[in-house]
């Protein structure tokens, strides 16, 4: 099946990209599109997920668009890469731990073409790299499945303001920071989302 690609070069509402998915989400349950792959950013905004606690909001002057994927609580802006999808998973075995470690080895590859090793954990879904041995996140994953389509997406910091972060508990978690890639290593990531949309692609072929 073909996957078509989307990349905005402003930022997009939050709210205007999650119709803009849920409209594809139904054109693609009845055959009148095709799977999609769109590489975007937000303006400030936080969003918190299914799970999400109102206790996770620290700054209480914050507002949260409270929304459908899974996931607890996470902010969105200037500099951080967002990577949203609609992809059928009935035409991948129906198995959603399959996709999603699909979605956790793209990054993780893409991120080790410019030399940082990254990891996954079944435990906390996401992108972990060890710094001074601490334990710190830099992509967040989110997903909603509806009739079998996997749709929202994930998230990588790349040299976004991590002040926002310290407004919430960040997935929920107390004990692990929040870092991006200039802070790691600074170095030119301008080919990352083409790697990223590459790597993507490849390894969601059926």
Known sequence: MRIDLKK?????????????????VNNLNSGSSNELIWILEHPHTFTGGASYKKSEILDKSIKVIETSRGGKITCHGPGQLICYFVIDLKKRDKDIRKFINVIESSIIESLFTFGI???????NIGIWIDIDGKRKKIGAIGIRVKKWIAFHGFSLNIENDLRMYKKIIPCGINNCGITNLKEIKKQNYKDLPNILVDKLTNNLKI
């Not at 090793?117 to 435990?123: E, L, P, W």
């Open 8 to 24: 905005s070069l402003k930022p997009i509402k939050y709210s205007e990209a999650i119709s803009y998915m849920e409209k594809r």
């Open 117 to 123: 090793k990254t990891k996954s954990d079944r435990k």
